[in-house]
């Protein structure tokens, strides 16, 4: 057991789109990650998609619906099946929860991030 400092974690690193986990939690990667611009279009047919904003403002598109603003202090779950894209004008920072294993990209064409422990 020990304290994660989450600000200390997302200073570690600058890229962006590249999901680094910093906890486990039964058999789920918490992880943080920074993006701008867009990921493609996707989904995951066997589990939820779970976004909580620390900093900045995301937009969640979702296939034939209107985009959903995320602001810091809230977050957005996708369900599974859903085709979803986050997307971010400015950077964002972000907590995410995934089972281990779980590729980012889901079925899109897009190579998954490593998910790198730190």
Same mark, same amino acid.
């Given at each position: 057991m020990k304290?994660?400092?989450?600000?200390?974690?997302?200073? #570690?690193?600058?890229?962006?789109?590249? @999901?680094?986990? /910093?906890?486990?939690?039964?058999?789920?990667? /918490? #992880? /943080?990650?920074?993006?701008? !611009?867009?990921? @493609?279009?996707?989904?995951?047919?066997?589990?939820d998609d779970f976004f909580y904003v620390i900093e !900045?403002? #995301?937009?969640m598109d979702i296939e034939g619906e209107e985009s959903r603003v995320v602001k810091a202090g809230e977050l957005f779950i996708v369900p599974k099946g859903v085709v979803h894209r986050p997307r971010a004008e400015n950077e964002v920072k972000v907590l995410l929860i995934e089972p281990t294993g779980e590729p980012n990209s889901g079925d899109a064409d897009r190579v998954p991030a490593p998910k790198p422990h730190i």
């Open positions: 304290t994660i400092n989450v600000s200390e974690k997302l200073a #570690m690193f600058n890229t962006h789109w590249d @999901p680094h986990v /910093v906890a486990n939690y039964n058999q789920n990667d /918490v #992880m /943080v990650v920074k993006f701008q !611009g867009e990921f @493609p279009y996707h989904l995951h047919a066997d589990t !900045g403002e #995301m937009f």
